[in-house]
């Protein structure tokens, strides 16, 4: 689990009900400032599941799925691997998009437009190149489809099946 919010405490008991282990990554010096004080105890309670405070994810490795995640501590710089199959991100709503500024039309929130919330003028502004509009779940770069949001894994799960769907018809054109 990524994330040192509610959610991610949240999910992260969730998922130690049902899985060996699960590790929270926080980037903070820890989660007093970020989480309420009853899910800090419900963590500190449960037996299979560790806080790495001021550590970040530094790379996934596997060969047909997830299998290694390493992580670093930002203040020793020191790595450690872990035998990890799945990761989820809850880092919180404000979504760290700058990077796609010019490539896809956000919102003045920094959030990915897509299908019927891009208007007109900015597929025009985008030069998009069919007569159709985007689909459901597509950015204003066609056949580019954003799923999800920072708060429930279920929905991104849920709107990437949806998006397959999208890709699969899109490829039929």
């Known amino acids: 689990m990524v994330g040192g919010g509610n959610a991610a405490g949240q999910a992260a008991v969730f998922l130690a009900e049902s899985t060996k282990h699960v ?14 004080k009853y899910l800090i105890r419900r963590i500190e309670q449960t037996p299979n599941v560790t806080v790495l405070v001021d550590t970040e994810v530094d790379s996934l490795e596997g060969v047909d799925h997830l299998e290694r995640v390493t992580v670093r501590n930002t203040q020793t710089g020191k790595t450690d691997e872990k035998n990890v199959a799945h990761v989820f991100v809850m880092t919180g ?48 770069l066609l056949g580019v489809f954003a799923v999800g949001d920072v708060k429930r894994v279920a929905s991104s799960v849920g709107e990437g099946s949806i998006a397959i769907s999208f890709v699969h018809q899109l490829l039929r054109e």
């Open 23 to 36: 590790y929270i990554v926080v980037r903070g010096s820890g989660l007093t400032d970020t989480m309420s």
């Open 93 to 140: 709503a404000n979504p760290n998009t700058a990077w796609l500024n010019g490539c896809v039309v956000l919102d003045n929130k920094g959030f990915i437009k897509t299908g019927p919330d891009l208007s007109s003028e900015e597929l025009t502004g985008t030069h998009w190149p069919l007569s159709r509009r985007p689909y459901l779940l597509e950015t204003s």
